[in-house]
Nanobody
Framework: VQLQASGGGLVQAGGSLKLSCVAS????????MGWFRQAPGKERDFVAA????????DYADSVKGRFTISRDNAKNTVYLQMCSLKPEDTAVYYCAGDLESSLRNPRYGPTYAYWGQGTQVTVSA
């Protein structure tokens, strides 16, 4: 299993970025994919998750209405479209994936077995 995240960068407050995570080696009919973030000195926090089959989504309250998680079945890729970015969104963003049958809570990072390498998002004031 491999997860490859990309798309991070430096953006001004109010701007937008779109992260991508290309996944391989997972049975895409029965997985959850999630995005998490970790700011310096802080714990890794849940951002968003999507059930691959059916496309149902879940968001942290801090990003609801600003971020959108989606997936492209043909490209085995999950995206995180981030709009109206704030300086407090600055963090390393990680994608994660696991089987539905293995996940007790898609919001809880440690339950995911597979992680990408992280991509830095920096939002300047």
């Amino acid at each position: 299993v491999q997860l490859q995240a990309s798309g991070g960068g430096l953006v001004q407050a109010g701007g937008s970025l779109k992260l991508s995570c290309v996944a391989s080696g997972l049975p895409f009919t029965s997985i959850f994919m999630g995005w998490f973030r970790q700011a310096p000195g802080k714990e890794r926090d849940f951002v968003a998750a999507i059930r691959w089959s059916g496309g149902s989504t879940d968001y942290a309250d801090s990003v609801k209405g600003r971020f959108t998680i989606s997936r492209d079945n043909a490209k085995n890729t999950v995206y995180l479209q981030m709009c109206s970015l704030k300086p407090e969104d600055t963090a390393v963003y990680y994608c994660a994936g696991d089987l539905e049958s293995s996940l007790r809570n898609p919001r809880y990072g440690p339950t995911y077995a597979y992680w990408g390498q992280g991509t830095q998002v920096t939002v300047s004031a």
